[in-house]
């Protein structure tokens, strides 16, 4: 069965139709890219995935469970995690109270072993277990921003712009982590600016333009033919 199952989704913000009846599958272990121009819905998308913007009209199932109407915290609790825009960590807390915070479903005793698997993870983020998540630097703190989705155990992580405005070592860095992830079995909606990384990492790619998907399937005749990339993304 897949992971998520999601048919003829349509979603509004401000009145206009921002997700226009788009069908998507996401199966574990697998790394689905979503890229396309600014403005073409891909946020919208994770948002309400992930129960935060609401569900006009579609259907939307985790393992066969109807997700709408749910609340965020239902749907991470279900097993979504989402990784928003723009690292958005507790700046005033430390690492470690940002991870405990991520973690509130779980038991005191549960939420220890899985802070200590972050920071297995991200060692980086163990050497600055007690530093306040706003003094870190960029890439930093999107392994914190990472690594709170991780505390949830997700089964589905949505990564919206995981790379945006980091340096490309942090970026590899990052991008390590996630197909690491997918190979252990998480599936990955991978949304990203950097359309080569995009590429090279999926199992599957759409791109979206107006709220829709101009284009459908593996990598690599993008990869061949920039000309098709180019073209999905103008539709
Ligand atoms: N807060 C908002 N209120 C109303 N409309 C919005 C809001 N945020 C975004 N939109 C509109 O929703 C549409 C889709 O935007 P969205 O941010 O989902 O696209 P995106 O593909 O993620 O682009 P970007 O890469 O720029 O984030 C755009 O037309 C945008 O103007």
């Known amino acids: 069965m897949s992971l998520l199952v999601i048919r003829d989704l349509v979603v509004r913000r401000g009145g206009k139709v921002v997700v226009d009846n788009l069908s998507l599958t996401l199966d574990a272990g697998r790394i689905t890219s979503l890229i396309g121009p600014n403005g073409a819905g891909k946020s919208s998308l994770v948002l309400a995935l992930g129960g935060v913007l609401p569900i006009e009209s579609g259907v939307v199932e985790l393992e066969g469970r109807s997700l709408a109407g749910k609340s965020p915290e239902l749907i991470r609790a279900a097993g979504i995690a989402a990784v928003p825009e723009g690292h958005q960590v507790l700046s005033g807390l430390s690492v470690e109270d940002n991870l405990q915070a991520a973690g509130f479903q779980h038991s005191p005793r549960q939420i220890a072993s899985i802070i200590d698997d972050v920071f297995g993870i991200f060692p980086e983020l163990l050497e600055r277990r007690n530093q306040k998540a706003g003094t870190m630097s960029g890439g930093q703190q999107q392994m914190l921003a990472l690594g709170q989705a991780l505390v949830a155990r997700p089964k589905l992580i949505l990564a919206d712009e995981m790379s945006l405005g980091l340096a490309p070592l942090i970026v590899k860095r990052l991008m390590g982590v996630v197909a690491k992830l997918a190979t252990q079995g998480t599936g990955i909606l991978l949304i990203e600016q950097f359309t080569q990384i995009a590429l090279q990492l999926a199992n599957e790619v759409h791109v979206m333009a107006r ?25």
């Open 211 to 235: 709220g829709r998907f101009r284009y459908s399937g593996v990598a690599q005749p993008l990869i061949d033919d920039p000309d098709i990339l180019h073209k999905a993304y103008l539709a």
